[in-house]
């Protein structure tokens, strides 16, 4: 059982690799993120964005390389596994609410069956979160009755629930109404301020100015380029970042 | 916008957009008259179709209704005397009427058919509190109707010795039946399970956590003992199965394969996509054999083949083994549905539920399966209402069912000749139970996602 190591940063991705079949997706992806940092990964549909984060709480296993969260790294033991990974939230780009419990149900879920929390505290718990993310008042709706982008805040707040001291975001923005769209990054800008460790996949280039401390450019499975926004968005190094900020902005 | 200079170039100030008040759609107009106007007589081709249809369902009724009530006979004492009152114009009920309770009880012994209708009593009282609003423990009232209703049904209808173990595992499902009753009493009640209310009555509330988890343990205890005393004073005569018959073995044979083939659905669809290469092969290998194979094979291959390769001396009852060729077909083919169902569960489903922490179990019985469950609800029952239909077939292996009864009576020599009349009885119940299940089942559907639409 490796211990969190205490001063090790909360992500770290070693020489990693990954194929699909006969595909390789990841080709010697090595990233380091510190604490209390926030990474915005963009890149074009099929560079790996996505696989790499899903990476980071192996949604997807991974063929070579080493993860480490908080100096753990994943191994052979499931149960291990689970335990680092419950200390990463993940929001995803279609919600993947449970659409058979209620918003409250939905949030307080993991806290009752992973953490076995008692069920008033639970779901005081979940409330304020719901408040945080500014929907307290449909706690008792189920999720399909509300819009895309509450959902998309709900899910937030149920990923939140478990106090996680990382948060990965794939594409979180990417299915919604253009109008819905601010209220969700609103609400992970707040996030941002409070000081959690982000990693998020997003083509919000907005987002990625006002919040990042570094930009993450992908393309065919590699990181292209990663640097702090200024420099990312003001002097691009690579034509092909170049060339997809062009499209873009 | 510096450039754009002058006061010409500023923007009018923006007038504001005011939605109008929705209004109510336009009442039909067109009433009773105009819709069958409108749906019915159209065309010249469409008022035909009316007209034809129309007058072959009032053929079809009205023959129907001569022979079954307006030309029929209703009392006599031999099929002789029906034939010289009506000829064949009418049915001839008193030969139904008078064989109802084999038609029901099979050759059960008249004096003991009371333990088939407390059996179904029992029944009754421990599946009702499921339906009541403010019963919180439906999921254990439910497992223990499944798990443990047979155990003390079985011995009802057989009745005859029962060993130590036997008489435990008796006793068991009495006081699983209790607990229920009791339970669901005290939670409409006072909202508290009877033993959280057995301790909170006498008193205790005021004891540590564990003084009241013991005196709750005494309390459920204490049911039990209730239920040895009253197992051991029951002393019922033994009825063989073979004198089983008619709808309450019709009904034994298809509540059991419906109670076992969808957990053991669930257990082979699961196992079919499952990573482990041993179990899917063994699961699919199941799974297709019997699916492949037709029902009136397998309850042959059991009855007649089951016996060569078991030791000599071993006897597997008859009906035993019908009810395992039935329960391993039925759940085959659930296991097939539950897989569907899994399937139209979208793969983020699983992924949210892992991200969470969550393992494969919890995930699959939480998350995936109650949502798989809901979808699959119209082909559960689908496949339900099959299997009670299908169980007319244990007949070629010489089991009574309601079916083969009903043919019995036109061999009763009182009745001879007498097939048609017990035939449509037997139709108009299995009738009333498959529309029943199927209605239970839109009822069902509509009620679980009433809250879920948009």
Redesign the interface.
């Known amino acids: 059982m490796s211990e969190a190591v205490a001063g090790a940063p909360p992500i770290e991705l070693i020489g990693l690799n990954k194929w699909f079949g006969a595909f390789h997706v990841l080709k010697d992806i090595d990233l380091r993120v510190q604490e209390g940092e926030r990474i915005v990964v963009c890149g074009p549909s099929g560079s790996g964005k996505s696989t790499m984060i899903r990476c980071i709480?192996q949604?997807e296993s991974h063929q070579e390389g080493t993860i480490r969260i908080h100096g753990r790294s994943y191994g052979r033991d499931?149960r291990e596994n689970?335990?680092i990974?419950?200390e990463?939230?993940?929001v995803?780009q279609?919600f993947?609410?449970?659409?058979?419990l209620?918003v409250l149900e939905n949030c307080t879920?993991?806290l009752t069956?992973?953490r076995h929390m008692p069920k008033q505290e639970a779901e005081d718990l979940a409330m304020s979160f719901l408040t945080r993310v500014r929907i307290p008042e449909q706690a008792a709706k189920?999720p399909?009755?509300l819009s895309g982008g509450q959902q998309q805040r709900v899910a937030i707040a149920?990923?939140l629930c478990?106090r996680p001291r990382i948060m990965l975001f794939d594409e979180p923005t990417s299915s919604l109404d253009p109008e819905m769209i601010n209220e969700v990054l609103d609400t992970m800008v707040e996030l941002a301020e409070s000081g959690m460790t982000m990693v998020v996949v997003t083509h919000e280039m907005g987002f990625a100015r006002k919040v990042a401390d570094r930009v993450i450019f992908m393309d065919q499975g590699e990181i292209v380029e990663e640097a702090p926004p200024e420099a990312f968005f003001g002097a691009p190094r690579y034509d092909r970042t170049r060339l997809f900020l062009s499209q873009v902005l | 916008m510096n450039h754009a200079a002058g006061p010409a170039a500023a923007p009018p100030p923006a007038e504001i957009f005011r939605p109008r008040p929705a209004r109510r759609a336009p009442p039909s107009t067109l009433g009773v008259q105009g819709w069958i106007r409108q749906n019915m007589f159209s065309s010249v081709p469409n008022a035909l179709v009316t007209v034809i249809g129309i007058w072959i369902v009032y053929a079809f009724f009205d023959a129907l209704f001569g022979w079954a009530v307006g030309n029929a006979v209703w009392q006599a004492e031999s099929r002789r005397e029906c034939l010289d009152e009506v000829g064949r114009a009418g049915a001839c009920w008193p030969g139904v009427i008078a064989w109802i309770p084999n038609l029901i009880y099979g050759l059960y012994p008249k004096d003991q058919v009371w333990r088939i209708n407390l059996a179904g009593l029992v029944l009754l009282l421990w599946a009702a509190p499921l339906w009541l609003p403010r019963v919180q423990s439906k999921v254990q009232i439910g497992l223990s109707l499944v798990l443990l209703f047979p155990l003390f049904a079985s011995y009802l209808f057989l009745g005859g010795e029962k060993g130590i173990v036997w008489s435990a595992l008796i006793a068991l499902g009495l006081a699983a039946f209790l607990w229920t009753l009791l339970t669901a009493v005290t939670e409409t009640v006072f909202g508290l399970g009877i033993a959280r209310f057995a301790v909170a009555a006498l008193g205790f509330g005021g004891q540590s956590d564990e003084a009241r988890r013991r005196l709750a343990i005494a309390v459920l205890l204490a049911i039990y003992v209730v239920a040895v005393i009253a197992v051991q004073a029951l002393s019922l005569p033994f009825v063989p199965t073979r004198v089983w018959g008619g709808l309450f073995l019709t009904l034994v044979i298809s509540g059991i394969g419906i109670a076992f083939s969808l957990p053991a659905g669930i257990v082979l669809a699961l196992g079919r996509r499952s990573r482990m290469p041993l179990i899917s092969l063994l699961s699919t290998t199941f799974i297709e054999l019997f699916r492949s194979v037709p029902l009136i094979t397998i309850l042959f291959m059991f009855n007649t083949m089951l016996p060569l390769f078991l030791p000599v001396g071993v006897e597997v009852n008859q009906l035993l083994r019908a009810i395992v060729a039935v329960c391993l077909f039925s759940a085959a083919y659930m296991a097939e549905v539950v897989r569907g169902g899994l399937q139209a569960i979208?793969r983020?489903?699983y992924?949210?539920?892992?991200?969470?922490?969550?393992?494969f179990w919890?995930a699959t019985g939480?998350?995936i399966m109650?949502?798989a469950l809901?979808i699959m609800i119209p082909t559960i029952v689908g496949n339900f209402i099959g299997l009670f239909k299908d169980t007319t077939l244990v007949s070629i292996v010489g089991l009574f069912d309601l079916l083969s009864m009903s043919r019995a009576v036109g061999e009763d020599t009182r009745w001879l000749g007498l097939f048609l009349e017990p035939f449509f009885f037997v139709t108009m119940i299995y009738f009333v139970v498959c529309f029943g299940m199927s209605q239970y089942s839109l009822n069902l559907e509509q009620r679980l996602s009433a809250?879920?639409?948009?």
């Open positions: 709480n949604l499931p689970d335990a990974r419950r990463i939230g993940m995803f279609s993947n609410l449970f659409p058979h209620t879920f993991a069956w992973v189920y399909l009755q149920r990923a478990v | 979208p983020g489903q992924e949210a539920a892992s991200a969470m922490g969550l393992g919890q939480l998350v109650p949502q809901k809250g879920e639409r948009r």
